[in-house]
């Protein structure tokens, strides 16, 4: 809670510098996410407020930016390279994988904060397909039955 509230002070610090400056808007949103991790609505709704932009723009720009996400996201971002490469050596294999042994479809995260999982396109470590990345460490020449060992990996980390 007071973590929350401090989160909030800080947004009304960075809201006060760009009072009225709606062409910062993009700028704006990307320092809120730093400070949430995330844009919950009723960030957004500050930003719009403050910045004097309607809501349905800054809701426009949240969903149209890959960058910002509206929901949280775990302390490990897993991220399944999709791209061509890593495809045709079993990428969709190691997805589901991880959607089983997570139990959250792609974007979702699981139910302790931990991890989010997603996907992305060639993240240009090709020669080391398949990869998945975690927190942008790359892995490389995965398969489906690495996935329980790498977790578990992870896991033990964030108890330390
Ligand atoms: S296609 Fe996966 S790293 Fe290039």
Redesign the pocket.
Known sequence: MQEEKEKYRRLAALLEKYHGKAGELINVLHKAQLIFGYLPQKVQICVADALGVPISEVYGVVTFYSLFNTEPRGKYRISV?L?????VKG?GSIMEALKENLKVDEGGTTKDGLFTLESA??????G????VTINGNVHGRMTADDIPELLERYRKEAKE
């Open positions: 390279c791209g061509t490469a890593c495809y990428a396109r060639c993240v240009g470590a090709c080391l397909a398949p990869v």
